[in-house]
């Protein structure tokens, strides 16, 4: 069935990169997306990829595509304290034109 | 910028009550979803709605699940008789098309069950 697996917790420093992994199953998804979710906050989009890109760059963010290894990456470079929140990873799996499947969503610590 | 606003942002009610949450979608988007979050556990898609009808649903949204577009801007999730297990966060979202599938989703309402 359709999963997609991240680690839990990073906490870097301000300034620093955050680099955030994650996983699926479904090999055939069409879209990966990353979602933000700050405290009190619904989830805000942040950026997406389309299956056959390997990289996507907007601004601080860069997306990293593994379609082989089934693996994703964000990674905030400069990362400020408004940083902070919880990052979800979804796709969408290839039977559906609708659902999205979530991670369980990394929890980003920016320290000063 | 256009934003998903969902009532109410917290609701407590007592096992068996009914409930209504609501949703005004972006004006202009043509999917509207509802997704749940149990404390401590993944966002999970419960339905999608286009076309004043469900496109799809998951095993979660059984028959005590409903949903509506009563008029032109709301959407609501009907809870019939609510359980301990219904507590969660429930997100509405919408979203222009379904391709890329960028759904816009709300703050949230918070859901609990005593």
């Known amino acids: 069935g359709e999963d997609v697996e991240q680690s839990l917790f990073l906490s870097v420093r301000e300034g620093d990169s955050s680099v955030i992994n994650c996983t699926y199953t479904?090999?055939?998804?069409?879209?990966l997306y990353w979602y933000k979710q700050e405290p009190g906050a619904g989830l805000q989009l942040l950026t997406y990829?389309?299956?056959?890109?390997d990289m996507k760059q907007d601004q601080r963010l860069t997306v990293l595509l593994n379609k082989k290894d089934k693996h994703l990456s964000l990674r905030i470079a400069d990362t400020q304290t408004g940083d902070s929140a919880i990052y979800f990873c979804?796709?969408?799996?290839?039977?559906?034109?609708?659902?999205?499947?979530f991670g369980s969503g990394t929890r980003l610590l920016v320290r000063p | 910028e256009p934003e998903v606003t969902q009532t109410p942002s917290h609701q407590v009610t007592q096992m068996g009550q009914e409930v209504i949450l609501r949703c005004v979608p972006i004006?202009?988007?043509?999917?509207f979803y509802w997704y749940r979050q149990i404390l401590g556990q993944k966002v999970e898609f419960l339905v999608s709605?286009?076309?004043?009808?469900?496109?799809?649903k998951s095993e979660i949204f059984d028959d005590q699940f409903s949903v509506e577009r009563p008029d032109g801007s709301n959407f609501t999730l009907k809870i019939r008789s609510t359980k301990l297990e219904d507590s969660a966060m429930y997100f509405c979202?919408?979203?222009?098309?379904?391709?890329?599938?960028?759904?816009?989703f709300g703050a949230g309402s918070r859901l609990t069950v005593l």
């Open positions: 979202a919408s979203s222009a098309s379904s391709g890329a599938n960028v759904l816009t």
């Open positions: 479904d090999s055939s998804s069409t879209y």
């Open positions: 990829i389309f299956s056959n890109m």
């Open positions: 979804a796709e969408i799996p290839v039977d559906s034109s609708y659902k999205l499947i």
């Open positions: 004006s202009n988007h043509l999917y």
């Open positions: 709605f286009y076309n004043n009808e469900i496109s799809e």
